[in-house]
């Protein structure tokens, strides 16, 4: 029986994996889905909702497994998908943080009150911005979030926009123009984390624990060679060697199990992202939590 695993660059653990041929020696039936070759659907605006496509193609045929941040777990729970944790990464808190123009006159996080702020919007970036803004006793509403891809760097140094939730490899090309409001550390983990559906879960347990053991496995292959793995990146997604390495160097790599601590913490941004009407109902992140 067929076994879909998605993957894209974003999630860099998946990606290695699916280039170096680790998985197939256990799971034999894998079969790749690249997400940038899955329909692409509606973004929402940023002060409206939030992208579900990665939850939306576990259950729609597209895959059986995925890697990504922390948000859209939080948002397929959101619309009903009854998903479930594998494992979670090691804090990423390294990969990056919010950022100013370094001669803003932004000099804290209250100072962004109807100011422009880019973001992927939809990926950990909305996470992080909400908790910044909450602990600034600011709410979403309170700023007007841009949702920027490849462009966001251009956007916060042409000043059009005022901050920027900026990530690595992206960020080490402007980082000399750059001044820092909020690091991630001690903010927001800021996670990798891996889920499927749960009835895959418990009908095919044995293909999950095969597709974890892979990761570790490849995951500590990269921790030892990061200038090989970068190659893997820049030779099909673009940018340098140098860029890529220097950002697979700043993240953890491994698979851990669920905490109450992360649990706690993905509640926390699923009830902001339900007061800021970013999802349509409350839920409970601990639901999708079981032993496998």
């Given at each position: 029986?067929?076994?879909?695993?998605?993957?894209?660059?974003?999630?860099?653990?998946?990606?290695?994996?699916?280039?170096?041929?680790?998985?197939?020696?256990s799971?034999?039936e894998?079969?790749?889905v690249d997400?940038?070759?899955?329909?692409?659907?509606e973004?929402?605006?940023?002060?409206?909702?939030?992208?579900?496509?990665?939850g939306?193609?576990?259950?729609?045929?597209g895959?059986?497994?995925?890697?990504?941040?922390s948000?859209?777990?939080?948002?397929?729970?959101?619309?009903?998908?009854?998903?479930?944790?594998?494992?979670?990464?090691?804090?990423?808190?390294?990969?990056?943080?919010?950022?100013?123009?370094?001669?803003?006159?932004?000099?804290?996080?209250?100072?962004?009150?109807g100011?422009?702020?880019?973001?992927?919007?939809?990926?950990?970036?909305?996470?992080?911005?909400?908790?910044?803004?909450?602990?600034?006793?600011?709410?979403?509403?309170?700023?007007v979030?841009?949702?920027?891809?490849?462009d966001?760097?251009?956007?916060?140094?042409?000043g059009?926009?005022?901050?920027?939730?900026?990530?690595?490899?992206?960020?080490?090309?402007?980082?000399d123009?750059?001044?820092?409001?909020?690091?991630?550390?001690?903010?927001?983990?800021?996670?990798?984390l891996?889920?499927?559906?749960?009835?895959?879960?418990?009908?095919?347990?044995?293909?999950?624990?095969?597709?974890?053991?892979?990761?570790?496995?490849?995951?500590?292959?990269?921790?030892?060679?990061?200038?090989?793995?970068?190659?893997?990146f820049?030779?099909?997604?673009?940018?340098?060697?140098?860029?890529w390495?220097?950002?697979?160097r700043?993240?953890?790599f491994?698979?851990?199990?669920?905490?109450?601590?992360?649990?706690?913490?993905?509640?926390?941004?699923?009830?902001?992202?339900?007061?800021?009407?970013?999802?349509?109902?409350?839920?409970?992140?601990?639901?999708?939590?079981?032993?496998?």
């Amino acid at each position: 029986m067929t076994v879909r695993v998605g993957y894209f660059p974003s999630n860099n653990s998946l990606w290695v994996l699916r280039h170096r041929g680790i998985l197939e020696k256990s799971l034999p039936e894998v079969e790749w889905v690249d997400l940038r070759d899955l329909p692409a659907g509606e973004r929402p605006s940023p002060t409206e909702g939030l992208p579900s496509l990665h939850g939306d193609h576990l259950f729609d045929g597209g895959y059986d497994f995925i890697g990504t941040g922390s948000t859209p777990p939080v948002t397929a729970q959101g619309k009903g998908h009854d998903i479930v944790y594998v494992g979670v990464s090691g804090s990423r808190h390294e990969n990056g943080r919010l950022v100013t123009r370094a001669d803003s006159d932004v000099r804290t996080v209250a100072d962004l009150k109807g100011r422009k702020v880019a973001l992927g919007h939809g990926s950990w970036q909305t996470t992080l911005l909400l908790f910044a803004l909450d602990d600034a006793g600011l709410a979403w509403s309170d700023i007007v979030p841009v949702d920027a891809g490849v462009d966001a760097a251009r956007l916060l140094l042409d000043g059009e926009v005022d901050a920027w939730v900026g990530s690595y490899p992206s960020l080490s090309k402007v980082e000399d123009r750059t001044r820092t409001l909020v690091e991630t550390d001690g903010l927001f983990s800021h996670r990798s984390l891996w889920f499927t559906r749960r009835d895959f879960a418990t009908e095919r347990p044995d293909a999950v624990r095969a597709i974890v053991a892979a990761l570790k496995e490849s995951d500590a292959w990269i921790a030892e060679h990061p200038r090989e793995a970068a190659e893997l990146f820049a030779a099909d997604d673009g940018g340098s060697v140098d860029d890529w390495e220097n950002a697979l160097r700043r993240r953890p790599f491994g698979v851990e199990e669920v905490t109450p601590e992360f649990v706690a913490e993905q509640q926390r941004a699923a009830d902001l992202f339900h007061a800021a009407g970013l999802i349509d109902r409350k839920i409970t992140v601990a639901d999708a939590v079981i032993r496998i």
